[in-house]
């Protein structure tokens, strides 16, 4: 494997055979795998996650990481083509993404949507671009659109709960105080589709998707015997849903702009998770959110503290989904 960049571009074989891999390394340690190698992390964002799940996961198989933060102990990049760099940024990624490559044997790179521009950031032009640049293996960490080592690891939770293809699976927007990127949901999305689920985005009106990301999630869906759905109607939605998977986006129809988006939610503050929107669920019916979270914003405490909450094992299945796909491109039988 030579790019994880995104879930959709894995045959569906491969991804079983990661979820098989991802689990036999969570029961028998294989702490030689990759030794010798290293990974690169260049994080343009913050993290907790994804930065902790690649550096242990990458140690229990033998292999080290370095962590490159652009702007914090190492100088600022540029990542638009073309520009006068007569700002902050002294170095172009056309530049340090090659450099950093001779240094590891793959490379991660966590890059979030600049949040202006919907047509670049729906077409991940900044991480296309740093792609394009990179020659060797190379996991995406979260562009602005995607998020697959995300997916993968909740993937792997469903599978063990486990949460049955084919029933309903109800991704919602959630309040939050500011406009958060598209990566998650669109990746959530995207999974819950290929996975074959009944699939249902609750969300207000102004926070429709994009029709690209329904379309993509169409798409996996009919190929899986799934379906694919949107509402602004909880009742409905939520009737016999077995997940509810949490999470805050960007309003589409207010994108880069700020105060509109800022007077959308004022009206919005009641899309915060409370145990009554499961009244019409499965009674198991689990919660589901990539973290982190803002309590009583956009979960409250009585469902992330509850039987439902399913977060901790979603952030610890990122691990070991994690080393599964290191494992595959890093490994001996790479
Ligand atoms: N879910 C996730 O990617 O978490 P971090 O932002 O902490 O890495």
Redesign the pocket.
Known sequence: MRRFVDLADLPREEIADLLRLASRLERVPEPGALRGKVLALLFFN??????ASFQSGMARLGGATFVVSPGQGSWALETRDGVVMDGAAAEHVREAIPVLAGYGDALGIRSFAGGQDLAADLADRTFRAMDAVCPVPLINL?SAIN?PC?ALGDWKTLDELPIAPGSRFVLSWANHPKPLPLA?PAAALHMAAARGHEVVVLRPDAYALPAVLMAKARSAAERAGGTVRETDDRRDALAGATVLYAKSWSSPRHYGDAAAESDLRAGLADWCVHESWFAGAEADCRLMH???VRRNVVVADEVLDGPRSVVIRQ?HN?MWAQMAVLHRMLGRSA
């Open positions: 913050p993290s907790l996650r994804t930065l979260e998020h995300q998650v990539c973290l982190p952030a990122r």
